[in-house]
């Protein structure tokens, strides 16, 4: 919010302009993603504290750049000046996007929900909330459960959409570790290829471990660290080791050493 350490909300445009190399009448039909829009909910303020800068105020800010409305931003040039240019901003082609983990969302739904679909007589479908995954009750979210939980109402009659996202399976994060531009698996044969060494997986070894990221229940960051935990002692092993030029994860997710010139292997 305006008045404290860090960026104002308005430049949320002023980046957009940035991305649109100046060009307001470009910027004005351009795009504007903002992640964890959840982190500015409203929340309730413990008693004798001051009031909350990232929460209701935040969004206060936002309702005039999201409804579309002509507003003033300051063009930032590439050397601070006494005078400040401002410019016309309008919002209205603006299209925006906000999403979010939201926790804790999905026990407000599974309350509502079990409020309103009670399993009674003999034809009637017993559930637990346990037998809902937090992806299927995403499913069933109202912008009243999003109100509260701590969203405004007015900020979010300004986001009419409202898309639920599953959470990515087993075979999403293989994809995601093989296959999508500047991926991990490209990223750390390009690391050992450095050393003059191949590096090569099992597709074993992938199925298990993007089913080792998904255990962590942290989306596709957690390929990082697997990968991380599974090859940091061979990235520095191998550029020691002398008639070594492959290196293989294998089905266990272990890395084995070998020679393609010799006769012979090292597994660790």
Request: aromatic share 6%; net charge negative.
């Amino acid at each position: 919010e305006a008045g404290y350490i860090g960026d104002d909300v308005e430049t949320i445009l002023q980046k957009l302009l940035a991305a649109a190399d100046g060009d307001v009448q470009k910027a004005e039909r351009g795009i504007v993603f903002i992640d964890e829009i959840d982190k500015i909910a409203k929340k309730a303020a413990p008693s004798g504290s001051g009031k909350d800068p990232t929460g209701e105020g935040v969004q206060q800010r936002l309702l005039k750049m999201l409804e579309g409305n002509e507003m003033e931003i300051q063009k930032k040039g590439p050397q601070k000046t006494v005078k400040v240019e401002t410019i016309k901003f309008n919002t209205k082609n603006v299209l925006f996007i906000c999403g979010g983990a939201f926790p804790g969302l999905s026990e407000i739904i599974a309350e509502r929900t079990n409020e309103k679909k009670m399993s009674l007589g003999f034809g009637a479908e017993i559930k637990t909330k346990e037998e809902k995954s937090e992806s299927d009750l995403f499913l069933d979210v109202k912008p009243e459960d999003i109100i509260k939980f701590g969203m405004l109402p007015e900020f979010l009659g300004r986001l009419p959409v409202i898309a639920p996202l599953s959470a990515l399976t087993d075979e999403e994060l293989a994809n995601v570790l093989t296959n999508v531009k500047g991926n991990l698996v490209e990223q750390y044969e390009e690391y050992f290829s450095i050393d003059g060494a191949s590096l090569t997986f099992t597709s074993e070894a992938i199925k298990k471990i993007a089913h080792k990221a998904n255990s962590m229940g942290t989306g596709a960051r957690s390929l990082q660290s697997v990968m991380e935990e599974i090859l940091q002692t061979a990235m520095y092993e191998v550029p020691s080791m002398t008639g070594i030029d492959e290196c293989v994860v294998c089905d266990d997710l272990t890395v084995a050493y070998a020679s393609t010139k010799q006769q012979g292997a090292a597994a660790t």
